[in-house]
């Protein structure tokens, strides 16, 4: 296991070969003062631009900072789609972008790829080693050492070649859990002569460690952000004024489907009103206003099928229970490989169950199949700082419900619906109207496509992010 943190230091015995950098034992590391523990990087991919005059105009880069991130071990929710998405999309656009996280204890402590552009740093895996249960598990641990040793390891040994080679140099901090190494990071820079040269930032993309955030250093050291309107209200609370950048998320949402898939999949649930439902346990996704709709319907004779897909929190057990409780018939399955097929044949052999609560984690193009056959993608959620689920299902044009608070992206009544109480009825009514309606739910769809295409990462990158390295926008921040 190579890692890249002080105590994993000397962990790993074996060479190992990355596009664009090499995995050396820690004893080698000090041929390179300027590699992080055991890693030798190969030169820069830094890429200048040329003026007119023939001066070299230095490009930006990126070093972003997040708890979870792309690996399954560091994914929890839509802050890992988050980072991984924009990081990629970031490389994508021809920035040289590190990415700091969480990582599996299991891969290697540094990856290079997208010609270059894209580093991951994979943080704490020591710790990560002895908490096989996910990025949270283990947390305060984890968090200590992110605080004691990444700022430190950045500044000496990261920073000091992209001042050089890049201007700007964006740091880009995501939730609580990175906020005192923001502020330890913005006073170092300060220190060494670079703040214009490093700009910080700091994002919420929702309210979870609030009460542990430093507000008053943290305003002082970054620019803070946060992802809907939604947000930046709940963040006057902390006395703070963020700005707003929506989430993206990537292309191949976009792509087609399979439509082989979706049509097995209406086929084997010929006659029914199928509903999907992606996301934690957690009271404010409103499972069981979900399961309480369910059990309405079925009432009603309609047939309904919910598949759902929940996490690994306590909240489980009574969503469970509630189905069972108001007369639902449920089982759970487990997809044996990541294709659409699988989540079919899974759909199909588990009828004439209610409920089918598939218990491993859905690959895109899975849900894109679900979102897409379904009647109704449920992303209902009470308190929603942006709501991806929705965005993403919107863009494999499904029918997306959605609450009322995060959703900026949405237009309730044109390419999705909008729930606005917490009762059951509300959301029965509105699946009966559009099954009357099929006509409305066709053009919903169609505006659900147009919508989501406007909030690709690339797109998002090119009217929010870029325009924040503007000599001016630079000049007032």
């Not at 908490?131 to 004691?148: A, S």
């Not at 989540?343 to 897409?372: G, H, K, M």
Request: charged share 20%; with cysteine; glycine share 8%.
């Amino acid at each position: 296991m190579a890692a890249e943190n002080p105590e994993s230091v000397g962990k790993s015995g074996a060479a190992a070969s990355l596009a664009g950098a090499s995995i050396m034992p820690a004893n080698d590391a000090a041929a390179s003062p300027r590699a992080p523990f055991g890693i030798a990087l190969s030169p820069p991919h830094a890429k200048s631009a040329i003026t007119l005059h023939g001066t070299p105009r230095l490009t930006p880069a990126f070093v972003l900072l997040s708890f979870e991130g792309p690996d399954r071990y560091s994914h929890a929710g839509g802050l890992g789609s988050r980072v991984s998405g924009l990081a990629a999309a970031l490389a994508q656009e021809g920035y040289e972008t590190h990415l700091f996280y969480i990582g599996a204890p299991d891969l290697p402590g540094y990856e290079v790829s997208c010609n270059g552009n894209l580093h991951l740093h994979r943080w704490c895996q020591w710790i990560s080693l002895y908490h096989p249960g996910g990025v949270y598990d283990g947390e305060e641990g984890k968090i200590y050492d992110w605080n004691t040793s990444l700022p430190s390891w950045i500044e000496e040994h990261l920073l000091p070649r992209l001042v050089q080679t890049h201007q700007p140099v964006m740091v880009i901090g995501e939730e609580w859990h990175t906020s005192w190494s923001i502020v330890r990071l913005s006073r170092g820079a300060q220190e060494r002569g670079w703040r214009d040269r490093v700009r910080f930032y700091w994002n919420a993309n929702n309210s979870f460690g609030f009460e542990r955030v430093p507000w008053r250093e943290l305003e002082a050291a970054a620019t803070i952000t946060t992802v809907s309107r939604f947000m930046k209200h709940e963040m006057w609370r902390c006395g703070v004024d963020p700005h707003v950048i929506p989430n993206g998320i990537a292309n191949q949402w976009l792509e087609p489907w399979d439509r082989g898939t979706v049509q097995a999949i209406k086929r084997s649930t010929a006659g029914r009103l199928v509903l999907a439902k992606v996301a934690r346990w957690d009271p404010d996704k409103r499972w069981l206003m979900a399961v309480d709709a369910v059990g309405e319907l079925k009432t009603r004779g309609l047939r309904p099928l919910l598949v759902a897909r929940g996490g690994i929190e306590e909240h489980g057990r009574e969503v469970v229970a509630r189905a069972r409780m108001v007369g639902l018939a449920a089982t759970s399955v487990t997809c044996p490989d990541s294709s659409p097929a699988a989540l079919w044949r899974a759909i199909a052999t588990a009828q004439p169950n209610d409920v089918i609560f598939v218990e491993n984690v859905l690959s895109r193009p899975q849900l894109q199949c679900l979102y897409r056959a379904s009647d109704g993608v449920l992303a209902n959620s009470g308190i929603e700082p942006f709501g991806l689920v929705g965005l993403e299902a919107m863009a494999c044009g499904g029918l997306s419900f959605l609450g009322a608070t995060g959703e900026d992206y949405a237009t309730p009544g044109h390419d999705a619906i909008s729930l606005q109480t917490s009762s059951p009825r509300e959301l029965v009514a509105h699946l009966l109207y559009l099954r009357e309606h099929p006509n409305y739910a066709t053009r919903l769809r169609l505006q659900a496509r147009r919508t989501a295409s406007r909030f690709t990462w690339d797109r998002v990158i090119r009217a929010h992010i870029a325009p924040m390295l503007t000599s001016a926008a630079l000049a007032a921040a």
